[in-house]
């Protein structure tokens, strides 16, 4: 069997894995990389990208359809269809560009990548089976960062009319109708991008509202925006599994009546899990969280020299805490002094409107002393010249000092205002710091200064 050391060892090449291997590799640490897929990881192949290029290419779709239906800017649109195929190839072309960039930004750090699926044998060695045969490296330290996998339903496996995120961003047609199950992330992106695509779409949610982990009041603005687009809705339901033919979802309300939803698709959204089975992990007995490895304010695990990543390490699931992550883990092994102390991490979920979250809502905040306010893109000239008047922008400051703890936001295109909101946390920005800058008109940035304004009590617009 083929042996050889290293100085840092990862395992999987996801956005967690790829930035850690790169990092270190710049700081001059011999690093080797195993993935077993694709570089990229879920995000870049089946997971943000895919699926924000699939949510664009629904969205032109319907504007167009939108447009030849009679359209108030006067736009003409004699017909418009759809090449499902040619869709598909046009996102498979971003994913490829993608990848082969991350694979180009490895080869030029010089961080050695291995395609196979990596073994553990012990907390210092991994086997590693590729196309030439297995082949076992030592490392010095570990990094684990496989990330997660969908969670099926019980009595529902994926396969033939089921199916999870990943085939639901490849289809090689477009069902008629699609049965979503879990009204979070996924379910609503990817429902609200094929009920554009033209596809019918009932959504089954167990909890009693849509985004039931997100803050009620910025959710109600989806909640609209489904029923526009006409989505069905089913809200504290359970499924109850297919129907005799296969071709419609059981559902059971909580009187305990059941329907039968025609679908011949039904896409399973209902949460997923860090990805602990199948590679040896067990065999380092790691004091775990629940399903997800523990990890320390360092990304250390309980074993010395092994460290954890990303989705594996449990939530929030999201790609850039997995980048930030790895990339403080490579900065610790090259020796220097790193703690994982973000004042927040952001969460986007790109439904129609997007909803931002960053910091504490008014809900985290009721403790503090806090105040809050909140601005509508109702009276941004940038969101009346977008077609684009719902939602609005909300701030959450210490009422002591102004410090700014949190933001909100729902509205088209608002998925852009994060960078803002993160920043202006992460630097102990006060409302009247944010008040004092001049923002670029028209921008949908004003309504974050003046939702700053407001809350100081002299707002300008509203
Ligand atoms: P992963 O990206 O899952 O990468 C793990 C890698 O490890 C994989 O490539 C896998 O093949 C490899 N691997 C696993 N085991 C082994 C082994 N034994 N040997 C070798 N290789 C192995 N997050 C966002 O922030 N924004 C979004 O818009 C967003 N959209 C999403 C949309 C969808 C449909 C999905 C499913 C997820 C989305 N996410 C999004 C979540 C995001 O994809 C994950 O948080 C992120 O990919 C986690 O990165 P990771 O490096 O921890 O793991
Ligand atoms: P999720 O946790 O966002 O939503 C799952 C939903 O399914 C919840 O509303 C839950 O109440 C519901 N549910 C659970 N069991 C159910 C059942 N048996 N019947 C009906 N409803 C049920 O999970 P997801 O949408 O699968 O996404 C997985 C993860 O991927 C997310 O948590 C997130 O970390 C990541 N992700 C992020 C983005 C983004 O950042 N824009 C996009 C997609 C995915």
């Given at each position: 069997m083929n042996k050889r050391s290293t100085t840092l060892l990862v395992i999987g090449g996801g956005p967690g894995g790829y930035v850690a291997a790169l990092r270190a590799a710049q700081l001059g640490v011999a690093t080797t990389l195993v993935e077993g897929a694709r570089l990229g990881g879920t995000c870049l192949n089946v997971g943000c990208i895919p699926s924000k290029a699939l949510i664009h290419a629904a969205g032109e779709f319907d504007s167009a359809r939108r447009h030849g239906a009679g359209s108030a800017l006067g736009i003409r649109v004699s017909s418009a269809s759809l090449d499902i195929a040619q869709t598909v190839r046009w996102k498979d072309g971003i994913v490829a560009r993608l990848s082969g960039g991350v694979a180009a930004l490895l080869r030029k750090a010089g961080v050695e990548v291995v395609e196979g699926w990596a073994k553990i044998v012990d907390g210092k060695t991994v086997e590693v089976q590729d196309a030439n045969g297995p082949s076992r490296i030592a490392c010095e330290h570990l990094l684990l960062a496989a990330g997660s996998r969908s969670v099926e339903l019980p009595g529902m496996p994926f396969g033939g009319p089921v199916i999870s995120s990943t085939e639901a961003l490849s289809p090689s047609s477009l069902p008629r109708r699609l049965a979503v199950v879990g009204a979070g992330y996924i379910g609503l992106e990817l429902g609200i991008a094929y009920r554009k695509l033209g596809v019918e779409v009932a959504v089954v949610e167990?909890?009693?509202?849509?985004?039931?982990?997100?803050?009620e009041e910025l959710t109600k603005p989806v909640s609209a925006s489904l029923r526009r687009l006409g989505i069905e809705v089913h809200l504290g339901c359970t499924v109850q599994g297919l129907g005799a033919c296969g071709d419609a979802l059981r559902i059971r309300n909580a009187r305990g009546e059941e329907t039968e939803l025609p679908a011949d698709r039904v896409l399973v959204a209902v949460g997923r899990r860090p990805r602990i089975e199948g590679w040896g992990l067990e065999t380092l007995m790691l004091e775990m969280d629940g399903r997800a490895v523990r990890i320390d304010d360092r990304c250390r695990t309980s074993m010395r020299n092994v460290w954890a990543v990303g989705d594996l390490t449990g939530e929030p699931m999201l790609a850039h805490r997995a980048m930030a992550q790895g990339a403080m883990v490579a900065e610790l092994i090259a020796g220097k002094r790193r703690r994982w102390t973000p004042a927040a991490i952001p969460a986007v979920c790109f439904t129609e409107p997007e909803v931002v979250v960053v910091g504490q809502t008014p809900e985290d905040a009721a403790q503090a002393d806090c105040i809050h306010a909140h601005f509508p893109f109702a009276a941004n000239g940038r969101a009346l010249t977008l077609d684009a008047p719902e939602g609005f922008v909300r701030v959450v400051a210490q009422r002591e000092d102004h410090r700014i703890v949190g933001w909100q936001a729902v509205g088209h295109?608002?998925?852009?205002l994060a960078a803002a909101f993160s920043q202006s946390i992460e630097m102990g920005a006060c409302l009247e710091d944010v008040a004092g800058t001049i923002h670029a008109h028209p921008t949908l940035g004003e309504a974050v200064q003046e939702a700053a304004l407001r809350a100081l009590g002299r707002a300008l617009h509203v």
């Open positions: 167990a909890m009693e509202r849509v985004l039931p982990a997100w803050d295109g608002a998925s852009e």
